[in-house]
C-alpha cells in the first residue's frame, strides 16, 4: 500500500504536536508575571528578580513581568545590598506570587483615630479597634488605657482602601482570660488613601449590641519530647488570610495557658468572623508554630507536627564544597522547604525555596554571590503549608487560617579554603 502525506497535513501534525507540549508543566510559554510579597503580604518595592540570564525590578506594587520563559525554571530575587537572596526552585506556571520571610511596610500609611465613649474608658475594659475590607486586611490596635483616642496605622498601596472599623470590647479575669464581650458596634464604610489622618468617633448608640458568649473548647496534640511554649487565640474579621505569617497575625485576645484549653468567644455579631488558635511549641529537634480554624461544638483536636531534622553534612564540618550534599529530613504534613543559609563571613542570607529534602551547595551558585571559599555558615530547614508542591506554594498565598512553619535546629559548616 502507497500512503500519500499532503505538505499541508504535515503542518498540521507539526502544530498539533507543539500544542500537545504546550502545557504547565513544560515547553515554552510567552510570559511569566509575578508579585514579590512581605511575610504580612505587602508588596515589596524596587527588589531585583532573575530568571535565567534576565532580571527586572519589581514596581510600586512588587510587580514583574518575564518574556519567553522555558518550563520548568528557578527564580532569583535580590535586595539592593546584595545581602539577601531567596531561589524558588522547579516553577511550571506563569503567574506566581513570591512571598518573602521578613514583614515590609514600605507602603504610604494612612493614619485612623479612634475616639470612645467615656464609659468605655470608666468601666475599665479591653478591646481592640480593627479595621477592615472584609477580604484580606485586618489591621488593628488595642484600646488605650490612658486616652479615649487610639489610633491604627493602615499601610495603602494603590490610590486608596476600602473597609469599615470595628471596635469590640471584653472583660478578663485575674488569669488574663476573657470572661465576656460588653460592646461591638462598626462604622459606616470609608475609604481611605495614603498620608492622609481620618477621624472617627463612637458615641453610646453605635456600641449598644452587648454580644453573648459562647466556648471553644480544643485540645493540642504535640510530637513525643515536645512542650507548648506559648499558645493563644484571635479573631479575624477578614475572610483571607497570607503565607507565613499574615496582617492579622499577633491580634491576640488572650493567651491560653491549660491543655485540654477552653476559651470564649462571641456571639450575636452582625459581621463574620473566624476564631484562630495559635501554638508554638519546642523540642529536642526543633520548634514547631502552627495556626488552626476552631469552632464551637467540634472536637478541635489541634495536632502539632515535628520540625525537620538536619542529616548532612555533620555539625561543623569544615570542607564542604560545590559538590557537598545537604539533606534533612522528610516530616509530615505535605509543605515546602525553605532552607535558610547564614553566610557569617559576608554577614548575607540566602534562602533557597524547594520540595526537595535535599540539594547539593553548587545550586548556591545560582544566586551569583561567586566565590564561597573558606566561608563560615550557619543554616536551618523551615517547613511551611500548607502548599504540596512549588506551584501552590506560589499561586496559592491567601485563603488558608491553617498554616504551619516548623523550624529546625540550626547546624554550622564551613566551605573548604
Keep these: 500500500m502507497n500512503v500519500r502525506i499532503f505538505p499541508g497535513s ?11 507540549g504546550c502545557d504547565d508543566s513544560t515547553g515554552p510559554v510567552s510570559t511569566v508575571t509575578g ?30 513581568t518575564f518574556s519567553n520563559v522555558e518550563f520548568p525554571y528557578d527564580v532569583k530575587v535580590i535586595d539592593s545590598l546584595g545581602s539577601n537572596a531567596y531561589l524558588f526552585k522547579g516553577l511550571s506556571t506563569g503567574e506566581i506570587t513570591l512571598p518573602l520571610r521578613f514583614s515590609s511596610y514600605h507602603g504610604d500609611i494612612a493614619t485612623i483615630k479612634v475616639t470612645l465613649p467615656d464609659e468605655i474608658m470608666n468601666e475599665n475594659l479591653n478591646g481592640k479597634i480593627i479595621f477592615t475590607d472584609g477580604n484580606t486586611v485586618n489591621f488593628f490596635q488595642d484600646i488605650s488605657e490612658q486616652s479615649s483616642t487610639s489610633a491604627i ?11 469599615k472599623i470595628i471596635l ?24 481611605i488613601s495614603p498620608y492622609q489622618t481620618y477621624y472617627y468617633a463612637f458615641d453610646s448608640v453605635d456600641i449598644a449590641l452587648d454580644p453573648g458568649e459562647e466556648t471553644v473548647s480544643g485540645n493540642f496534640i504535640l510530637p ?4 507548648s511554649t506559648y499558645a493563644s487565640f484571635f479573631l479575624s474579621f477578614a475572610s483571607n488570610t497570607g503565607s507565613g505569617s499574615p496582617a492579622g497575625y499577633g491580634l ?12 470564649k468567644i462571641p456571639t450575636g455579631l452582625p459581621r463574620q468572623f473566624s476564631t484562630i488558635v495559635l501554638n508554638s511549641a519546642q523540642g529536642n529537634s526543633g520548634g514547631s508554630f502552627e495556626s488552626f480554624p476552631v469552632s ?10 515535628e520540625a525537620p531534622v538536619l542529616i548532612s553534612p555533620d555539625n561543623n564540618e569544615k570542607n564542604v564544597n560545590d559538590g557537598t550534599v545537604f539533606s534533612f529530613s522528610n516530616s509530615s504534613p505535605q509543605g515546602i522547604y525553605r532552607i535558610q543559609l547564614l553566610n557569617i563571613s559576608r554577614y548575607a542570607e540566602y534562602t533557597i525555596v524547594t520540595a526537595n529534602n535535599n540539594f547539593t551547595f553548587d545550586e548556591l551558585d545560582q544566586i551569583g554571590f ?48
Excluded: C, H
Excluded at 395 to 408: D, L, V
Design 168 to 191: 469590640l470590647t471584653y472583660k478578663k479575669d485575674a488569669d488574663k482570660s476573657i470572661v465576656s464581650y460588653e460592646n461591638y458596634g462598626e462604622s459606616p464604610f470609608m475609604s
Design 224 to 227: 513525643d519530647g515536645y512542650n
Design 370 to 417: 561567586g566565590n564561597m571559599n573558606n566561608n563560615y555558615f550557619r543554616w536551618l530547614v523551615e517547613k511551611t503549608g500548607p502548599a504540596g508542591s512549588m506551584n501552590e506554594y506560589v499561586t496559592n498565598n491567601t485563603g488558608s487560617f491553617r498554616n504551619f512553619i516548623q523550624r529546625s535546629n540550626e547546624g554550622s559548616f564551613s566551605t573548604e579554603p
Design 10 to 20: 504535515l503542518f498540521l501534525i507539526f502544530v498539533l504536536t507543539f500544542l500537545s
Design 296 to 305: 464551637p461544638g467540634s472536637s478541635n483536636d489541634l495536632i502539632l507536627n
Design 252 to 263: 491576640e485576645f488572650s493567651e491560653i495557658t491549660e491543655n485540654p484549653f477552653s476559651i
Design 35 to 64: 508579585k514579590v510579597v512581605s511575610s504580612n503580604n505587602q508588596p515589596v518595592f524596587r527588589i531585583k528578580v532573575m530568571i535565567g540570564d534576565k532580571s527586572t525590578y519589581t514596581s510600586y506594587f512588587g510587580t514583574f
Design 153 to 163: 496605622f493602615v499601610p495603602v498601596f494603590g490610590y486608596s482602601l476600602t473597609g
